[in-house]
T-cell receptor, first 114, second 115 residues
Framework: NAGVMQNPRHLVRRRGQEARLRCSPM?????VYWYRQLPEEGLKFMVY????????ESGMPKERFSAEFPKEGPSILRIQQVVRGDSAAYFC????????????FGPGTRLTVT | TQLLEQSPQFLSIQEGENLTVYCNSS?????LQWYRQEPGEGPVLLVT?????EVKKLKRLTFQFGDARKDSSLHITAAQPGDTGLYLC???????????????FGQGTILTVHP
């Protein structure tokens, strides 16, 4: 059973460009979560999605960040007009229905903004 | 937002020693997860505990959930170099008693086991 997949693993963007991070949950999982890990900081919750629905986006910055989990295809975390402070590791996790706390993480995407 | 404290922050031991790391909060948790993370990788789920007083064992690792569900501990017996990593506790933020999977991560304990 394949685990959570994220791509790209590394992404370099110049200030002002857009970053798109993709996440495919584990087979059979319908819940997706995005977390951000800033240098020297712990993992911080960003957003929780189910297919075609944003359940909780209380951890998302108000501007430039958006997330989706379409009916078909991976979940996408989109960062518009990136700034240096967006440089971080972004992790996606998925969980089975009925056990939202049982989250399995992907390997992460390391975003570097130059 | 709950305050979460993990201790110790750093732990350096020799192979074969035993160790315990702790996770404490002033809040009651509906569930708590322990993860291990290695540099450049995502956290790997070790265990989930949901019942106060619960004890779970995973080979040489023993996880305990406090009776009041405010704290947890991870005990490793006869540590090995392969146990080296960042150990994170992640309780579920269950405001209003509803479980919806919002995990709060501690800063973690960085464990180094020397051969």
């Amino acid at each position: 059973n394949a685990g959570v997949m994220q791509n790209p693993r590394h992404l370099v963007r110049r200030r002002g460009q857009e970053a798109r991070l993709r996440c495919s949950p584990m087979k059979g999982h319908s819940h997706v979560y995005w977390y951000r890990q800033l240098p020297e900081e712990g993992l911080k919750f960003m957003v929780y999605l189910q297919k075609e629905n944003i359940i909780d986006e209380s951890g998302m910055p108000k501007e430039r960040f958006s997330a989706e989990f379409p009916k078909e295809g991976p979940s996408i975390l989109r960062i518009q007009q990136v700034v240096r402070g967006d440089s971080a590791a972004y992790f996606c996790a998925s969980s089975p229905a009925g056990r939202p706390y049982e989250q399995y993480f992907g390997p992460g995407t390391r975003l570097t903004v130059t | 937002t709950q305050l979460l404290e993990q201790s110790p922050q750093f732990l350096s031991i020799q192979e074969g020693e035993n160790l315990t790391v702790y996770c404490n909060s002033s809040s009651v948790f509906s569930s708590l997860q322990w993860y291990r993370q290695e540099p450049g990788e995502g956290p790997v789920l070790l265990v989930t505990v949901v019942t106060g007083g619960e004890v779970k064992k995973l080979k040489r690792l023993t996880f305990q959930f406090g009776d009041a569900r405010k704290d947890s501990s991870l005990h490793i017996t006869a540590a090995q170099p392969g146990d080296t990593g960042l150990y994170l506790c992640a309780p579920e933020d269950s405001a209003g008693g509803t479980s919806y999977g919002k995990l709060t991560f501690g800063q973690g304990t960085i464990l180094t086991v020397h051969p």
